[in-house]
């Protein structure tokens, strides 16, 4: 069923636009056919598709890396950004952005390009990465690191404050645009390339479905069913940093959906296993993210809204009234 309306949902979001497309006619484009319209297919096949494709890719990589943080960190409130990885992206990019404003020829990326900003989110959010994985080799407290991890979020936000306040208003207003979030902006290289990263965070992920079953009964469990806790912790900070990291590099940071999505799909299903949770959350997270860059794109008008609102104001009420229907969540 989810299969099903991932289909829908995509053949949904590929049909409506600024551009009035019939939905006929977008089956047809799919299936090889010929159109009433020249223009039509172009648009879909160079604008609409790698826009749709990008919305499941990001959809499905931030709903599974929120399922590995809820599950390493036993916190409901956990999502894919609390190890600081967006942060660093969030600080490379606005050091790019904006620092290059402050301190003229230092940096000597072109600012009109996206792979500029690709690039220095990807290098912020690996180094972030790298000084967590250090950190978690001498920590062994989980708690204690997702508050180091939320520590790094508040240190790369005061530096971007800074930044903020001594730059100049277009730079500013660059970085606030590239903040928003933005699914159509990747070329057929720029997809593939996402696409490999989250494949690698999926494989990742797949590897650690039995240390994930084993820490929702504690980490001392865990150790008496043979895993190994220090291994299976940088396996899974491994998976969610690629996942994490590669979409906030490419599409920028996008909200709520690596948050709620897991909680969602454990009130569908009524389970904790992960082998049914990783192949849903990803579904699901596709078909939600998918149905919000549907209505941001505001279907006959030439406006698009950001993502990250949309995503939160769609999808927050929805898991607000799941919750309050089934009264408690699982966990």
């Known amino acids: 069923m989810l299969l099903v309306a991932v289909v ?40 609409r598709i790698p826009k749709t494709i990008t919305a499941l890719l990001v959809g499905g990589g931030l709903a599974l890396s929120g399922l590995l943080m809820q599950t390493l960190f036993q916190n409901p409130l956990a999502g894919p950004f609390v190890l600081g990885v967006s942060s660093g992206a969030s600080l490379g990019v606005a050091l790019l952005i904006m620092g290059s ?81 933005s699914l159509g902006n990747l070329d057929g290289k720029q997809i593939a390339l996402l696409m490999l990263f989250i494949l690698f965070g999926l494989v990742l992920s797949i590897i650690a479905i039995k240390p994930l079953n084993a820490f929702l009964l504690g980490e001392n469990y865990a ?43 454990r009130q569908v299903f009524k389970t904790s296993d992960h082998k049914i949770l990783i ?24 406006n698009v809204l950001p993502i990250n609102a949309i995503t939160s104001i769609i999808g927050a009420p929805v898991v607000i009234w799941l919750l309050v229907k089934k009264r408690k969540m699982i966990f």
């Open 8 to 47: 829908i949902s995509t053949l949904a979001n590929v049909s409506l636009g600024s551009v009035n497309i019939p939905f006929k006619e977008t089956v047809k484009v799919f299936l090889s056919q010929s159109v009433q319209n020249e223009t039509w297919e172009y648009i879909i096949w160079n604008y």
């Open 101 to 181: 404003s402050l301190i003229s020829g230092l940096f000597m990326f072109d600012l009109a390009n996206d792979y500029s900003l690709a690039i220095m989110a990807s290098v912020g959010s690996f180094l972030v990465l790298m000084i967590v994985m250090l950190i978690a080799a001498r920590v062994k407290d989980t708690m204690a690191l997702l508050i180091i991890g939320l520590m790094f979020g508040s240190i790369t936000a005061a530096v971007v404050s800074i930044l903020s306040y001594f730059t100049k208003a277009e730079n500013l207003q660059q970085y606030i645009y590239w903040s928003f979030g």
């Open 223 to 265: 150790q008496s069913m043979g895993v190994n806790i220090k291994k299976s912790r940088y396996l899974i900070i491994i998976a969610t940093g690629l996942l994490a990291g590669s979409i906030t590099a490419f599409a920028g940071p996008i909200a709520f959906i690596g948050l709620a999505v897991p909680h969602l799909t």
């Open 279 to 302: 192949p849903a959350v990803l579904l699901v997270g596709a078909i939600l993210m998918v149905l919000c860059d549907t209505v941001a794109q505001l279907p006959t008008s030439v």
